[in-house]
Structures are given as structure tokens and as C-alpha cells.
């Protein structure tokens, strides 16, 4: 199944739907450092009125400015060298946001300032919810942080249409006039606070329900590249929740313990998400870096298999394979020319790679840690005329492997027609031959005991003839297909063959185990046919050995100096195996898995 390939931090260049041209990247960044600077020099105010957390200890003074500021430069770090702008913009709306409720205790300040940072405030846990939603890159997810932005806008709109700050006995977080109040509505503006609260809380939950349910869905390969951000976004899922809860139950004032202590836990949980993001940015350009060599190594020498095994260690992800799309029937291959099926598994994405309008390569991966455009953003014209010459390359070799199994298939369909002859031959002929011999013999014991000496001559000879005739059909049937070897397996056919040989053959280490019906007689004919051409005057034992060795059934036959017949080493080449002369003898190695 095919996921939405998401934003992610991951290691990936930046795709064609990057954010815009160099200059709008400058100027976010240069109105970010104007902003970071007035909220360093001129938050919090210096006021007998306590109407911000950082008025009320140098701590949280301290802790805040770290946080908020923390986040505007990795939200600018991340427009620049991030895998995704979006993330990037979250990251600076976190960071102007974390400052709003200062803005808006801004005593003697502009009111249109207060009163839009008041508005602004409540947007925080949206923000870190969008950040998520970056990572998951589902449309239902991007549906929930749109829904939550008009619901907490609304919300915070008409808040500050009907609360008048002059109402507030605590003076939290201002006490001075605010220029976008319409109508006092003390009541209603206790009602929309509650709803506001407990809109953050519930925002809050669901970035920790999200993140918690990321975490465990997520491939092991992607938990190594998200867990640590995940983890994270749920940090501050929990701290923004204890604060909508706070905010339900109690009167916030920066002068209360309960208050105080959540808000350096806040602080504290984002900075350790900026923290965070800047290991996450700086691991995306290292492997941005990994991908550019990989795509100048495409363009100067591709071995079969380069691409994917660099992508592999680049991403971490060993499941990752590239497939060649080869022919007109939706045929795909890999690198070593192994046909494979070109859906889509599970939990996996297909990215295809081009060249013109052609697909040369597609790229089946984690979504986690590749997205769909990082590749063809690195590879240039060179790289991919590499690809489609690797793509040229496993083709060529997905040919020689059909003709190799076309070879099998005739292997194992002669096989098949050796061993129903043979069959035939044991439930026709032979039982034909003795039902005609049972009959000679009834005849002849009546000729004997009627005294009809000729008769009883003629019937012995008849039977000697029957006898000779089951004889030859044995032998023929055995030279057609061994019933031993499909019955009881190679070992035991060996046996039955020594007994039979004329040229003495001394079976040592023969295994017992099965293999294939056509790899089990191929390595029996090879032995046979030795038996059968060494000279059995004055003939020295033949040495067998048949054992497993690294995948292959390895048999040899020392002591056999003659040749091994064409159709027995086609027969071996034919499964894939190999039949070699060696200084003492013969061997043959047949792969059985």
C-alpha cells in the first residue's frame, strides 16, 4: 500500500515544492532576527505590574528567552537547510508565538500589538500539532491542524472582541485598554477562556496520542530517524495539556507556584524540541551530502546493485531495493536481474526515478526516510543515463535467468516424463510379462505332472525367455528413471547402484538428506555414467562423496579418468550447476537451496 510520501526530517534534498526563491528565505529570515532581537531587549518589561512570567523571576526570564528564542533560529535554520519548509515555518511560528502572551503583557506598549499577540498566543499547541502533522504528511492530518486554526482563531478572536482588561482583578495579562475590544461581555468572556483552555488541553492530548501512535506504526528504520523528534513533540504535547488543564481549574498569575513551575516545564520541553530539530537538520545535510556523492559516483561508474546498496547506508533502512522496469508487461527486476513483483508492499513507498518521460529505476523505501522527490533532486543528466544503463544491465540478466529457468522447466518436465514412463512400465509391461510368466509356470507343472517331456522343455524355455524380457525391462526402466532415487533419495539410490556396478564404488559421506526430484538424479547420473564408463578390468575403486557445502549439493567422484557425457553436464547446466574434472576424479556442485 502506498503511503502519502511525508515531510519529514529526513535524509532528503530539497524537493521542487521547497519554499520559494532565495529572497523570500532572506527576508523571513531578516524579520525572524528583528524579531528575536526586540523580544531579547524589550521583554519582559520592567514594570511594578507583574504581567508576564519573566517579570516575576530572572528564572523564567532566562528559561523563556531560551525557548522562544531557541525556536526562531532553528525555524530559520530549517527554511535554509532543512528537508522541509514546512516544518521550518512551524518552528518560527512556535517561536513567535511562545513570545505572544509577553507581547501582550506588555505594559505601556502599543495596544494593537497587545491585542493581536493576545489573539496569537492561543496558536501554540496548533503550531505543534502542524509539526506533527509535517511528519505524518496525511491529509487527515492536515485537516485536523486546519480545523484546530479556525476553531482556536474564532475562539481567540471573539475573546478579544468581549474581554475587557480592565475587569481583571489580576490584572493577567494586562490591565491597560485594548484596542480590539468591541463590547465588554464579562460573562462570555469567561465562558470562551474555559473553551479556550480546554481546546489547548485537548490540542495538547492529541499532539501526544499522535506523536505516541506515530512512534509505534513507524518501521524500526523510521523510529531511528523520527523517535527522537516524536519524542519530543509528545514532551511538549504534555506540558501544553498540564497547562490547558491548570488553566481549567485555577486563575493563572505568574505569582503562583502551580503556574510558575509549568511554565519552566515548558520551556524546558521546547527547548529540548529545538534542540531536537537541530540534530534532526544537521543529520538531513549529512545525508543530502551522501546522496550528491552518490549521484557523482553514478555518473562516473555504476556496479550492479550501487545504487541501492548506498542507499542503504546512507538511509539505514536494509529493506530498501530498486527495481528496473524492464519490457512492456510491467515487468520488474532488480539489480542482479531477479524478477520481482511491482506492487507496492506494505508500509512502503514507490519512487520512480526518470529519465525523459522513461522510467529507468524505481526506488521501493521507507516513506520515513526518503521522500518521494529527494533523488530527483541530486540526479542530474550523467547519473540517470548510469541508471538506465544499470536498468540495460539487469535486464540482460533477467534474460539470462529466463532462459536459465526455461532450461529448468525442460529439465524438470523430462524428468517428470522419465518417471511416468517408468510407472507405466511397472504397472503395464511388467505386470503383463509376469502375469505371462504365472501362466507358463501353471502350464508346466500340468505338462509334468502329465509326463509330457517336451512340453515341459518348450514351457522352460518360454519361461527363461520371460525372465530374460522382465530383466531387460528393468534394466531399461532403471536407465529411464531409477524408482529407488524418487522413492528413498540419493544415498539410498547410490547404495543400489554399488551393488549393481561392475567397477567397485566405495560410498563415503553420502548424505541422506532430500533435494529436488532433478538436482537428486542429475548428481545420480553423474555418478552412474562413471560407474558405467570406467574400464572394470583391473578398474580401481571409485571414491563417492555427496554432501551440502554453502548452499550447493556437492558430489565427486574420484578416481574416474574418462569424460562425462554432453547431456549430463547440459542436465547439470541446466540447474545451474557446474561440472568440473579435478585432479582426481570428477566433481559437480548443483545449487539446492
Not at 517561536?95 to 505601556?108: K, M, S, T, Y
Not at 536494509?318 to 527486476?333: I, K, S
Not at 505332472?449 to 518348450?458: D, H, I, R
Not at 548452499?551 to 574420484?558: A, K, M, R
Amino acid at each position: 500500500m502506498t503511503r502519502a510520501a511525508p515531510i519529514a526530517w529526513g535524509p532528503v534534498a530539497r524537493g521542487p515544492g521547497a519554499w520559494g526563491p532565495a529572497a523570500q528565505r532572506i527576508g523571513v529570515t531578516g524579520v525572524t532576527a528583528v524579531y528575536a532581537a526586540l523580544a531579547a531587549t524589550q521583554l519582559p518589561p520592567n514594570e511594578p505590574l507583574v504581567t508576564t512570567y519573566g517579570a516575576a523571576s530572572a528564572t523564567a526570564q532566562a528559561a523563556g528567552l531560551l525557548a522562544g528564542l531557541s525556536l526562531l533560529v532553528v525555524g530559520s535554520l530549517a527554511l535554509w537547510f532543512g528537508p522541509s519548509t514546512v516544518a521550518g515555518v512551524m518552528l518560527l511560528g512556535a517561536g513567535v508565538g511562545w513570545f505572544a502572551p509577553d507581547w501582550a503583557g506588555w505594559e505601556g506598549g502599543p495596544a494593537l500589538v497587545r491585542g493581536v499577540a493576545t489573539v496569537m498566543a492561543p496558536f501554540l499547541p496548533v503550531l505543534l500539532l502542524g509539526l506533527l502533522a509535517t511528519m505524518v504528511g496525511t491529509l487527515a492530518a492536515r485537516r485536523i491542524v486546519v480545523t484546530s486554526a479556525v476553531v482556536v482563531g474564532v475562539l481567540a478572536a471573539v475573546l478579544v472582541a468581549v474581554d475587557d482588561p480592565f475587569l481583571d482583578p489580576l490584572c493577567w495579562p494586562t490591565c491597560s485598554e485594548s484596542a480590539l475590544l468591541v463590547s465588554s461581555r464579562p460573562a462570555a468572556a469567561d465562558v470562551l477562556g474555559q473553551l479556550l483552555a480546554a481546546t489547548w488541553a485537548a490540542l495538547g492530548v492529541a499532539a501526544v496520542a499522535g506523536a505516541t501512535r506515530r512512534l509505534v506504526s513507524a518501521s524500526v528504520v523510521a523510529r531511528r530517524w523520527e523517535g527522537a523528534l516524536l519524542g519530543a513533540i509528545a514532551l511538549v504535547g504534555v506540558a501544553e495539556a498540564v497547562y490547558g488543564l491548570a488553566s481549567l481549574t485555577r486563575v493563572e498569575s505568574a505569582e503562583d507556584p502551580v503556574f510558575a513551575g509549568i511554565y519552566l516545564g515548558r520551556a524546558a520541553a521546547w527547548s529540548v524540541l529545538a534542540l531536537v530539530s537541530v540534530w534532526a537538520t544537521s543529520r538531513h545535510l549529512i545525508r543530502r551530502q551522501a546522496l550528491s556523492r552518490l549521484a557523482a559516483e553514478l555518473e562516473t561508474a555504476s556496479d550492479p546493485g550501487s545504487l541501492a546498496a548506498t542507499l542503504r547506508s546512507v538511509t539505514g533502512d536494509r529493506a530498501l531495493d530498486v527495481h528496473y522496469p524492464v519490457g512492456r508487461d510491467g515487468l520488474h527486476v532488480t539489480a542482479d536481474g531477479g524478477s520481482v513483483a511491482p506492487a507496492t508492499p506494505e508500509r512502503r513507498t514507490a519512487t520512480p526515478l526518470r529519465r525523459g518521460d522513461r522510467t529507468v529505476a524505481v526506488v521501493m523505501h521507507d516513506p520515513a526516510v526518503l521522500p518521494v522527490d529527494a533523488l530527483d533532486e541530486v540526479l542530474g543528466p550523467a547519473a540517470r543515463l548510469a541508471l538506465e544503463n544499470e536498468r540495460l544491465a539487469a535486464e540482460r540478466l533477467a534474460r539470462i535467468h529466463d532462459v536459465q529457468e526455461s532450461r529448468r522447466r525442460i529439465v524438470a518436465t523430462g524428468d517428470d516424463a522419465r518417471r511416468r514412463l517408468e510407472r507405466d512400465r511397472h504397472d503395464g509391461a511388467q505386470q503383463s510379462l509376469l502375469a505371462l510368466s504365472y501362466l507358463l509356470r501353471l502350464s508346466r507343472a500340468s505338462a509334468l505332472a502329465s509326463g509330457q517331456a517336451v512340453a515341459v522343455t518348450e514351457l522352460d524355455r518360454g519361461l527363461r525367455g520371460v525372465a530374460g524380457a522382465l530383466d531387460d525391462l528393468r534394466d531399461l526402466a532403471h536407465g529411464i528413471h531409477p524408482a529407488v532415487l524418487s522413492e528413498a533419495g540419493l544415498a539410498v539410490a547410490l547404495r543400489s547402484l554399488a551393488e549393481r556396478s561392475k567397477v567397485p564404488l566405495e560410498l563415503d559421506e553420502v548424505t541422506t538428506e532430500r533435494f529436488d526430484p532433478s538436482v537428486e538424479l542429475a548428481a545420480y547420473s553423474v555418478v552412474r555414467e562413471a560407474a558405467e564408463r570406467a574400464d572394470p578390468v583391473g578398474a580401481q575403486p571409485l571414491a563417492v562423496r555427496a554432501g551440502r557445502l554453502d548452499g550447493l549439493l556437492q558430489v565427486t567422484v574420484d578416481g574416474y579418468r574418462g569424460d562425462v557425457p554432453a547431456e549430463i553436464a547440459d542436465r547439470v547446466g541446466a540447474l545451474g550447476g557446474h561440472l568440473a574434472p579435478t585432479a582426481t576424479g570428477v566433481r559437480v556442485e548443483l545449487p539446492c537451496g
